[in-house]
């Protein structure tokens, strides 16, 4: 299946069980993660496990569909990657694209776009100072982005020129 350029495959196995003694059972439908790295490379999103005769197919299928259109947001919002989240929040703060150029060139240059990292007192993606990670955890990426751009236009006007102040000092 794809969405909004993601893939998604659902993978249903069909697995008869057999209890001793007893004529053939159904297990009840399980849905989960993939269970196997094949599944997991394949872009498998889900997969639906249990006895699968024709009635049971067609509740699995509705089964996968509610769980992929629920899954779809989320899914969506998580595979931006860190230049993508840079992109996304300093254009909706109302910077032009040579401010996101620079945006991703501060990132680089103060955490090689690595949003955990942190050294003695700074912190996250653009390495916020303690004082100015209060709040929300400063490993969230949306959060440490949205963050710098507020220190960013508080006290350099825009992007462009602190990454110009970086370039001359070493640091924002």
């Known amino acids: 299946h794809d969405h909004a350029g993601f893939r998604y495959t659902v993978f249903l ?3 008869p069980f057999r209890s001793p003694g007893a004529g053939r059972q159904d297990p009840p439908l399980q849905v ?5 790295s094949q599944a997991r490379e394949a872009g498998c999103a889900l997969y639906l496990s249990g006895g699968l005769g024709p009635r049971r197919f067609l509740i ?5 569909a509610t769980a992929l259109s629920a899954a779809l947001p989320a899914q969506a919002a998580s595979a931006l990657t860190i ?8 254009l909706a703060a109302g910077f032009h694209a040579t401010d996101v150029t620079a945006m991703k060139k501060i990132a680089d240059y103060e955490s090689h776009d690595h949003p955990t990292s ?10 916020l100072s303690t004082s100015m990670v209060k709040g929300p955890p400063w490993s969230d ?3 440490n982005t949205k963050r710098a751009l507020t220190y960013v236009k508080g006290r350099y006007g825009n992007p462009v020129k602190a990454w110009a102040h970086i370039q001359k000092s070493g640091w924002y």
Do not use: D, E
């Not at 699995?60 to 996968?64: D, R």
């Not at 230049?83 to 300093?90: E, Q």
């Not at 942190?118 to 390495?127: P, Y």
């Open 141 to 143: 990426p949306v959060w």
């Open 118 to 127: 942190h050294s003695k007192s700074c912190w996250g993606l653009f390495q």
């Open 13 to 15: 196995f069909s697995r």
């Open 60 to 64: 699995a299928v509705a089964l996968a």
């Open 83 to 90: 230049h993508g989240i840079i992109s996304k929040y300093t």
């Open 32 to 36: 989960g993660r993939p269970p196997c």
